[in-house]
Structure formats: C-alpha cells, structure tokens
C-alpha cells in the first residue's frame, strides 16, 4: 500500500505534534495544525475534515504501513504517543514506496551533472545506497561519514520550517557550561553544519547579537504563534561565515591573515584539501610549504592546527601562535 502525497503530509503532520511533549493535543488541535499545513504547502483552503484526521490515526495505529504507533488518548482528550521515543519516521517504508523512491532516484540521477545539481550527487548517492539496503540486506558498497549516536538530528526539519515561515520559537537550551536548561524566546535564521554537528543561528528576544545554538544541546522547542517574528536585518548569511572555520563568530569578529608552515609530509593532504577556501601557496621547498588563510581567529581554527600536531606551525599572527603554544604546552602537562 502506497502512500500518496497528502496522507503523507498528515501523517507526518500528526507525528510532529505527538512527539512535541511540551503542549497537549486534542483531535481539535491536530485537524487545526494539519489544515495549516495542507495550506501553507499546497494552498488548499478547504480545511480537514475531523473523520479524515480520526482515519488517519487509525491507519497510523494500524499495521497497514507498518508504523503500529503507540497513539493513545490521555483524559479521554489528549492524544500522545506511550512512546516518548516513538515516530513514524523511524518505520521501514513498504515495497511499493520503495519503487517510486527508485524512480525519483533514477530522475535525480538526469540531472546530476547540471550546475544546479552540483551539490546533489552525494545526495542522490546517499538515496541510492539507502534504498539499495533496503531491498539488499547485508550489501553495503558505498560508506558516508555518519555519527548514528549524534543528538538532535530530529530537530532539522521542524527548525527548517520554522525559518522558512519565520516562526518565533520558545526554546529550551541548555550549553556544555550550563548546569540548567533555560529558556528562551528566539528568532531562528538559518541552519547550519559543520562536522556532523549542526547548530541552529538565531537571536535571542532579550538581546541584538546573533546566538548559535548546538541541535543536539536543544532539549525541546514550540512555536509562539502569538510572538512576533523580528527579521533579521544585518549581514548576509551567504556571507557571515565565508571568513570562518566552523561556527564560532560574532559580527564584531574580522577575518586576520594566518600564515602556517606545513611539513613535507602532510604538505599534499593540505594542498589538495584546503583549510579554507582563501588558502594561498606563498612558498614551497625541500622542508614543507607555507600556506595563507584569512579567516576569523575562533575555536574551531585552533582545533584544525592542532590536529596537525608537530606538522604544522603558525607563523603570524604572534597571538594565534601564543594560544597554540599554551596550549600545546598544557597537552605535555598532562602526560608528564
């Protein structure tokens, strides 16, 4: 049994409210939500009507497609899942859904090739290799970076939307420093990954200054239909981080030329994979190479040399080379 586009969208609609556990739901709340969404996406004014959602959840329950969801009522009003870890997302997909997955697949792979399909060939090799072990169990011909134990990756879709819809978000956050969650009434503007990890930037209501926010330090979020959204009107986001390494940044932050030296050895790996896209040779010999990058002096930059340990060394500025050398020099303490 395939599912066709709008059942899907209810379906999904429907799970993303059953997993939100910080608001209650009642059949009310969710034909209300499904009709936002059946409008916002596909223009259709119409509504739902309350029968359509009460089959839905039928079906979800159900083993038609597999997804035997915990779907209870609590108070005989509020519908939740028993399951706090439960989504229909996690469910095998059927034969049927497998085939048209193939052949969206197969029209992908057309275009591939086509500049505005760049950077969609990982994609469509991720898509194809998926569906490949879905019907091939045990047969793995390509591997991806992935880090399967990685938290928050649930919450990229929701976020995404709420940008796109520039919904206000009450958000509960709570940093590596912090003892305690808290709060807060936030403005999300763009999503953005850096190493596997993705990190969400937004502003917070009590302050001007852009926040960056880990998704998997984000313990929940809810929209705030009723908190206006304040766009945000400085810098281009296309531009915000074309002079940094990762996401560490300020808007106060300025791009400084760091010249390194790379040893011999490591000099092609460096060469051939750029620190940074602004890198240029400026020398070359017997030794090693000496390289120039202009980017913003954060966290992540000092990470990435000294990943390369005795391999590379920082030239200028004096300050960068400073905080590598304590730093360095506090790693020796700790073996002696």
């Not at 395939?2 to 799970?15: F, Q, V």
């Not at 108070?75 to 229909?88: H, L, N, R, V």
């Not at 991720?126 to 011909?141: A, D, I």
């Not at 990943?307 to 030239?315: S, W």
Request: a positive charge; aromatic letters at 12%.
């Amino acid at each position: 049994m395939s599912i066709n586009k709008l059942a899907l969208m209810r379906y999904k609609t429907i799970d993303e409210c059953l997993r939100n556990r910080y608001r209650k739901w009642t059949l009310e709340d969710l034909i209300g939500k499904v009709a936002h969404v059946l409008y916002e996406y596909e223009g259709i004014s119409s509504g739902i009507s309350r029968r359509t959602i009460q089959a839905d959840i039928q079906t979800m329950r159900s083993d038609k497609l597999g997804y035997n969801a915990p779907i209870v009522v609590l108070e005989k009003k509020y519908y939740s899942y028993s399951d706090p870890a439960y989504s229909i997302t996690n469910a095998p997909i059927n034969n049927a859904d497998v085939e048209k997955m193939k052949e969206v697949v197969g029209l992908l792979k057309q275009f591939n090739g086509f500049s505005y399909f760049e950077e969609m060939s990982e994609l469509i090799a991720r898509l194809e290799n998926n569906l490949y072990k879905t019907t091939h169990p045990g047969h793995n011909y390509i591997q991806f970076e992935n880090n399967h134990l990685l938290k928050g990756l649930e919450h990229i879709n929701p976020l995404y939307q709420a940008i796109l819809q520039q919904r206000s978000l009450l958000v509960t956050y709570q940093s590596f420093r912090a003892a305690q969650a808290q709060e807060h009434i936030s403005y999300p503007y763009l999503l953005k990954e850096y190493r596997n990890r993705w990190f969400l930037i937004c502003c917070d209501k009590k302050g001007k200054q852009l926040t960056t926010m880990a998704l998997d330090r984000i313990i929940g979020f809810q929209e705030l239909p009723k908190e206006k959204f304040v766009p945000y009107d400085g810098v281009d986001f296309d531009q915000y981080f074309h002079d940094a390494l990762g996401v560490t940044k300020t808007e106060k932050d300025r791009a400084h030329k760091v010249v390194l030296f790379v040893a011999k050895h490591h000099a092609p790996y460096v060469l051939t994979k750029p620190i940074h896209h602004s890198q240029t040779l400026l020398k070359e010999d017997e030794k090693g190479i000496i390289i120039c990058i202009e980017v913003v002096l954060n966290f992540e930059l000092e990470r990435e040399i000294l990943g390369f340990g005795e391999y590379m060394k920082v030239l200028s500025p004096k300050t960068l080379a400073g905080r590598i050398t304590k730093r360095l020099e506090k790693a020796v303490e700790g073996y002696e």
